[in-house]
């Protein structure tokens, strides 16, 4: 079975710039996640999608950052314009069914860097 | 103060030996608990799950005390695999998707 998948795995941007960043969940997972870490610092929650819906986006850090997830299937996560805090690493993750987060299974990142 | 705590470590194990390290959180609404284990530069991956009771995984126990509000990992028999960054996480039943993570304790296991 196939894991999550996250594309680019590495960005380079300039401040101001946009980027747009792909997350495939494991086929048949409602759940879908987006996660941060920035340098030094611990992982964070930015959203949680159920399906196409969003469940929380207490984590978004402002409205530079627009999370989609089209027909319930893969998300995109859009930071316009960038800037230089937004670099770190930005992880998605899945999980299924509705009401359970006994396992969230996490990609392997997008490194993002704003210069 | 942060929702989870960890020391960063790094804890020098030598291989064969015994390491244990907690993490503490402050959220009393805390319910579900687990250790994930990061590599450098690969995601987070699901260890195990820390259940009331306390559980063990082969060479791996972990432990939770609700009254103190602090998990603990122990790694018996340490292995040059064993090397890694190990992420405390915990859930709140006000916002179940949500996992919180500590910074993380790195283990480093010694020839």
């Given at each position: 079975e196939?894991?999550?998948?996250?594309?680019?795995?590495?960005?380079?941007?300039?401040?101001g710039q946009t980027v747009t960043l792909r997350c495939d969940p494991i086929s048949g997972h409602d759940n879908l996640y987006w996660y941060r870490r920035v340098m030094g610092k611990e992982i964070k929650f930015l959203l949680h999608f159920v399906k196409e819906s969003k469940q929380d986006e207490s984590g978004m850090p402002n409205n530079r950052f627009l999370a989609e997830r089209t027909g319930g299937t893969y998300s995109t996560l859009k930071v316009q314009p960038a800037e230089l805090e937004d670099s770190g690493?930005?992880?998605?993750?899945?999980?299924?069914?509705?009401?359970?987060?006994?396992?969230?299974?996490?990609?392997?990142?997008?490194?993002?860097?704003?210069? | 103060r942060?929702?989870?705590?960890?020391?960063?470590?790094?804890?020098?194990?030598?291989?064969g030996a015994t390491v244990a390290f907690n993490c503490t959180y402050s959220?009393?609404?805390?319910?579900?608990?687990?250790?994930?284990?990061?590599?450098c530069r690969k995601e987070p991956k699901l260890l195990m799950s820390v259940y009331s009771s306390g559980n063990?995984?082969?060479?791996?126990?972990?432990?939770?005390?609700r009254a103190s509000q602090y998990i603990s990992l122990l790694i018996r028999d340490s292995?040059?695999?064993?090397?890694?960054?190990?992420?405390?996480?915990?859930n709140r039943t006000d916002s179940w998707g949500k996992l919180q993570f500590g910074a993380g304790t790195q283990v480093v296991v010694t020839p």
């Open positions: 196939a894991g999550v998948t996250q594309f680019p795995s590495h960005s380079v941007i300039e401040k690493v930005y992880f998605c993750a899945s999980s299924p069914e509705v009401k359970t987060t006994y396992e969230q299974y996490f990609g392997p990142g997008t490194r993002l860097t704003v210069t | 942060k929702e989870v705590e960890q020391d960063p470590g790094p804890f020098n194990v030598p291989e959220n009393s609404a805390s319910q579900s608990f687990f250790w994930y284990r990061q590599d063990e995984d082969g060479r791996f126990t972990a432990q939770l005390n292995k040059l695999s064993d090397s890694a960054t190990y992420l405390c996480v915990v």
